[in-house]
């Protein structure tokens, strides 16, 4: 089967033909996350890279899947079922995944499925945070300047963690040997008890200087951390930073940019190592 060349073009007002690598990998990946959900098997190629920004061209293989329990995206995107576009064939369903990837999010429909909205904003949120890219151009579709990426995410509020800030918590049980949820009162919620989780890799030093081994099985203790909720985790409350307990300093509180920036809040992607770059030079 022939594929479907789909030219794209990263700008850069710098002159560098480059880009994160980052940025090549997620548009690959989330844009196969959504031809799925679309109603296509999909394998994508990259051509050679040429220069001017950072172009190339994705050739994109597959075949039309069965619709059968796929979300009516094609009745809420042009009001034709899944059987029209079905017979429209391969190329007529990548033109309109690359419509969507290329609507902002104002105009799309908020009864499209999760994954596929989840899907888009993971492609913006990094462009986002990539220093070389100015602008992004899919097809024959507009170029979209960096400073409009923000207009192609779709805001999911149930979904995205809500940081709460500083607050005490007076521990009735914590996490005795791993078996179980830690519990207490948390001052910042109404709720007289919680269960709560730690972002390991954020509150090091507090392991490092609370034995859990050591700890009763049922406490008084007092611990001032920073907290986030999360709405779709089955324990909603996560510590990312324990800065004292019982009275004793563990360490120093997180930046709220660095909160955002780590837990997707603001449109923001999870922080990673420092990115790889691809070069044509």
């Known amino acids: 089967m022939e594929p479907v060349n789909l030219p794209i073009h990263f700008g850069n007002l710098q002159g560098k033909h480059e880009i994160n690598s980052d940025s090549l990998l997620v548009l ?5 996350e959504i031809a799925a959900l679309f109603g296509l098997d999909v394998e994508i190629q990259i051509g050679i890279p040429e220069e001017g920004g950072w172009k190339t061209t994705l050739a994109v293989t597959g075949v039309v899947i069965s619709f059968i329990g796929i979300n009516p995206i094609s009745i809420l995107l042009t009001g ?7 017979k429209k064939g391969r190329e007529f369903i990548i033109q309109k995944v690359n419509e969507f990837v290329t609507t902002e999010a104002a105009e799309l429909p908020d009864e499209l499925p999760r994954d596929c909205i989840k899907s888009k904003n993971k492609i913006y949120r990094q462009f986002q945070n990539d220093k070389c890219i100015d602008s992004f151009r899919m097809g024959s579709f507009p170029p979209i300047p960096k400073n409009n990426f923000y207009l192609y995410i779709k805001k999911l509020p149930d979904e995205e963690h809500i940081y709460l800030g500083e607050t005490d918590i007076t521990v009735s ?4 040997k791993g078996k179980r949820s830690w519990r207490g009162k948390i001052e910042i919620v109404e709720d007289t008890e919680s269960a709560f989780a730690f972002d390991k890799d954020l509150t090091g030093k507090f392991w490092e200087k609370v034995k859990i081994d050591a700890l009763p099985l049922h406490t008084k203790d007092v611990m001032r951390v920073q907290l986030v909720k999360r709405p779709t985790n089955k324990v909603k409350y996560l510590v990312i930073r324990v800065l004292s307990y019982n009275d004793e300093v563990i360490d120093l509180p997180i930046e709220d940019d660095s909160i955002r920036r780590i837990y997707g809040i603001a449109a923001s992607l999870p922080a990673t190592e420092e990115p790889t770059q691809l070069s044509l030079l």
């Not at 034709?80 to 079905?86: F, G, H, I, K, L």
């Open 80 to 86: 034709e079922t899944s059987e029209e576009w079905a």
């Open 28 to 32: 690959i990946e989330s844009y196969k």
């Open 173 to 176: 049980s914590p996490d005795w």
